[in-house]
């Protein structure tokens, strides 16, 4: 089956509920744990940032790089974004990620709470667009959801990919994208192509860095 449609779905999800997005942030200890996690992380030079989201990352990464090109596709949570996050180092672009590609390299690639939005069949260029972005010896920085996650969403059966139903404030409900990595499969993926990878677990979330293969262009097996 096309995951067009359900990628469409998703779009319309993050920009008709760009006002709601920042609430987990505020309800759950866990998440703020996370974002303070980044101090600790080897997050330096030009940054580029994958699905910003309204910028709750960005922030915090402009604190550690010298600059920071932060892109997602939804104009709704890019507006708040830009309002929490004045920095004449950030740069932010609208963008499908699913289309885009860098026009430079860059010392660090950070994407939070997106690979598990990202279908499986899509996974091998997803890859090879964050190996392609990385100047040499720089890294990929990632931060997402573990199988324990899926205990909190609404799993969906028989769609084009692993999907979940969310609902917003005023009732309206979308399908999105939803892969609750494995963390030692998903190291395993990656270190059989060429990456030097490291992943942990942190509570229900996980944290990975990785540095590419010598030889970019490398695709990831798919499951």
Known sequence: MDDNALLAEQMAYYRAGAAEY???YAEYEDLQKLLAVVDDLPIAGDVLELACGTGQWTRRLAARARSVTAVDAAAEVLALACARTASPTVQFLEADLFE???PR??????F????SHVPPAR????????AA???????AIFIDDGPAAAAEEEILADQSAPAALRRLDDGSQYRIVK???DVRTLADDLTALGWSVRIWPMGWNFIGIA??????????LTK
């Open 211 to 220: 540095e590419p293969p010598a030889t970019p262009g490398l695709e990831l």
């Open 179 to 181: 892969v609750f990595h």
């Open 133 to 139: 972005a990385l100047a040499p010896g720089g890294k």
């Open 100 to 102: 885009w590609q860098p």
């Open 123 to 130: 996974l091998p260029d997803f890859w090879n667009t964050v």
């Open 22 to 24: 920042d609430r987990p």
């Open 105 to 110: 390299r860059y010392d660090t690639v950070f």
């Open 112 to 115: 939070a709470f997106w690979l």
